[in-house]
């Protein structure tokens, strides 16, 4: 079987992702790169239910060379950001608070430093249908241009999240972030406005030793 240890490796996070609350049902997608192939979650499919072999791998091109179940219907974005990142791992979330956030803005304000963990100010993809090259365009597009180099993190309007990582853990330990940030900023907003953290404010903390993934001096 291609890819068995990155395909065990989707099972465990695809539990994680379940019972952490950040997906509900079968929503929510996730994949690992090694080399040219890629193994994603099934379409259609509880995350926590999957086995390794329901994982199927693709090529570069979306092709699958291994595995009997259908790919994800979000494929083509997790190969679309591939094209254009470093990162060896995408994930996929349906969670409540990047909901609300994805729902009613355009990008998360910063309220707090660790949003620089993410790589900066997270932006919210514009709509589109799930699973169709448009939506997969606007993500790619929302991950390009943080000020302090590579994001690791976007929102996708009315939709959901999706984070990046250079491994498994990595990605999945980025989207619980981007949840915590979202909930500190709605929970906020029911309290008055919140205080948004500006450049200025940011780039001290870079350069007090926190490093953003992918920060070019």
């Known amino acids: ?3 068995e240890r990155e395909r065990a490796a989707l099972c ?3 539990r994680k992702m379940v019972a952490s609350g950040l997906v509900m049902g079968s929503s929510g997608n996730i994949s690992v790169r090694a080399g040219e192939l890629v193994a994603v979650s099934p379409g259609g499919m509880m995350l926590d239910r999957m086995a390794p072999e329901d994982c199927p791998v693709l090529d570069k091109h979306g092709r699958v060379v291994d595995g009997a179940r259908a790919p994800s219907s979000e494929t083509p974005m997790h190969l679309a950001v591939y094209e254009v990142s470093d990162a060896t791992a995408i994930v996929h979330t349906h969670s409540t ?3 609300v956030v994805a729902t009613t803005m355009t990008e998360l304000p910063p309220v707090h430093y660790n949003t620089l ?3 900066g100010v997270v932006k919210v993809a514009a709509y589109a249908t799930y699973g ?3 939506l997969a365009a606007n993500v790619r597009a929302a991950l390009q241009g943080g000020k302090w180099g590579d994001m690791y993190a976007a929102l996708m309007a009315n939709h959901g999240g999706v984070t990046l990582g250079h491994d498994l853990e990595h990605a999945y ?5 981007l949840e915590w940030l979202c909930s500190v900023y709605v ?3 029911a309290i008055g406005e919140p205080r948004v953290l500006t450049e200025e404010e940011l780039q001290r903390v870079v350069e007090r030793g ?3 993934p992918g920060y070019r001096a």
């Not at 330990?173 to 972030?177: K, P």
């Open 1 to 3: 079987m291609l890819l």
């Open 12 to 14: 465990e996070t695809g």
């Open 97 to 99: 608070y990047g909901a």
């Open 117 to 119: 963990a993410l790589g």
């Open 132 to 134: 169709t090259p448009e």
């Open 173 to 177: 330990e980025n989207a619980r972030l």
């Open 187 to 189: 929970q906020a907003r």
């Open 210 to 212: 926190l490093t953003p």
